[in-house]
């Protein structure tokens, strides 16, 4: 098999060649290319000492050389602009806190370093000389569409219990299968999953919910799911999933996100979202979906009333939540956008009187932001037309309202007759 190497990483293991070592394209780049995908990045793994690969591109006309993990093996080069991480073959010392191995220690062959990986469709390396290295068989399984660990699944897992997730976000975004022993053991060792931090657990979950395959996963993985985020026993899990699934086609996490968490209530969707550490705008437009997912949606005045309470593009999260759900209709989405393209008033700076207005008219202080929310509601609803010298003589007449409402109450120190 031949494997095209974009010549900004061809050039790093040409040097590393050229200079007497072995250097390798590895890991996902290898994988994306056999699979047809463009890799997000090019990894290169060497026999050269993190220390002698520092040396050489420092000094190499062309290459720039940052020590980014030298403890770990890792010097990224940047290549035509663009950077290249190179590790040293490396083999791990012991995982006390399935997170992350104790110690590293440098190895002089390939196969050893490929041994230590998660999975055979990841344990691959390519070099023009040497053609595919494959000990693990990840070739077959990328043909066979299989998540197989590389050796055995428990062990791999009890290494980096991240692991547990990352085959459950690759069976998802590549529409693969579980090899059964690596599922059984997925299942069984999920508990380790609480060891890892919440912010990897959360970059994992993203990458799944955005998969073709994230409702099955969803669905056959149950378990997993609910020890990850207790928070969701408490809620139709099926269901759930559904929804996700269906919302995954909007490559956005927030809303996959409000999909998998939709039947939660407000105390419980809180502690879930807390409890994954997510960025505040994404833990935002979740939070505003899945509590307003089941407002009344009738019609367009339903619409501007919602828009007016969250604003667009909460209102827009929280349709698009609903036409998965069922509760709203794909109209109501169209509608938000006609609403917002024409310019329909839904907000107090679109009104056509303001403050100043009111107060040149005589209306006292106290009384203008109660009789702008007045107006602003009634306009909305289609009561008003948005014109001035229509909300003008609406002011008045709210003004009025008010006070005739407060002339019409006892003096402060003062009792109404008994009836």
């Known amino acids: 098999m031949k494997i095209h190497i974009p010549p900004f990483a061809a050039a790093v293991i040409g040097k590393l060649c050229a200079d007497g070592y072995e250097a390798y394209a590895v890991g996902g780049c290898v994988r994306d290319t056999m699979l047809g995908r463009a890799p997000n990045d090019w990894d290169v793994t060497t026999s050269a000492l993190p220390e002698t690969t520092l040396s050489l591109f420092s000094c190499a006309d062309g290459f720039k050389a940052v020590p980014t993990g030298i403890a770990h093996g890792t010097v990224t080069v940047i290549s ?33 370093d490929l041994a230590r990986r998660d999975f055979t469709i990841n344990a691959m390396a390519y070099s ?37 997730l990352r085959a459950l976000r690759f069976a998802s975004t590549l529409g693969f299968e579980i090899d059964a022993r690596t599922a059984e053991a997925d299942v069984g060792l999920r508990a380790l999953i609480l060891d890892i931090s919440r912010e990897r657990v959360s970059a994992e979950l993203e990458k799944l919910l955005l998969g073709q395959d994230a409702e099955k996963i969803l669905r056959t993985y ?32 927030a809303l996959s996100l409000a999909g998998l968490f939709c039947g939660l209530s407000e ?19 979740t939070r505003h979906a899945v509590l307003n997912a089941h407002a009344p949606l009738g019609g367009r005045t339903d619409v501007r009333r919602l828009a007016a309470r969250l604003g667009a593009d909460h209102t827009r999260d929280t349709i698009i939540l609903g036409i998965a759900l069922g509760t709203a209709s794909p109209e109501r ?3 938000l956008d006609d609403i ?24 006292r202080p106290e009384m203008i932001g109660r009789t702008l929310g007045a107006l602003l509601s009634r306009v909305i609803s289609g009561e008003l037309a948005n014109e001035e010298d229509i909300l003008v003589s609406a002011a008045g007449g709210i003004i009025d309202a008010e006070e005739s409402t407060c002339d019409s109450k006892p003096a402060h120190g003062e009792t109404e007759a008994p009836l």
């Not at 010392?93 to 190895?107: A, L, Q």
């Not at 917002?340 to 008033?345: F, I």
Request: include cysteine; hydrophobic fraction near 35%; aromatic fraction near 6%.
């Open 333 to 335: 989405l169209s509608e």
């Open 222 to 253: 149950e378990p997993v799911f609910l020890t990850t985020i207790p928070e969701l026993a408490d809620e139709d899990f099926r269901l759930a999933a559904e929804c996700a699934g269906k919302l995954s086609v909007y490559g956005d996490f």
């Open 340 to 363: 917002l393209t024409s310019g329909e008033c839904i907000s107090l700076g679109q009104l056509r009187i303001d403050g100043e207005r009111l107060k040149a008219l005589g209306v």
């Open 80 to 112: 035509g602009g663009e950077p290249v991480e190179v590790t040293t073959f490396r083999v791990d010392g012991k995982y006390s806190d399935h997170r992350r191995p104790d110690s590293v220690g440098f190895t002089g062959r390939l196969e050893e």
């Open 128 to 164: 023009p000389e040497r053609g595919l290295i494959d000990p693990y068989g990840g070739e077959r399984d990328l043909g066979d569409r299989i998540i197989r660990c590389v050796g055995e699944p428990e062990r791999r897992f009890d290494e980096d219990a991240l692991r547990i």
């Open 267 to 285: 105390k419980t969707l809180g502690a879930a979202l807390a409890g994954l550490k997510l960025p505040k705008k994404v833990s935002s437009r």
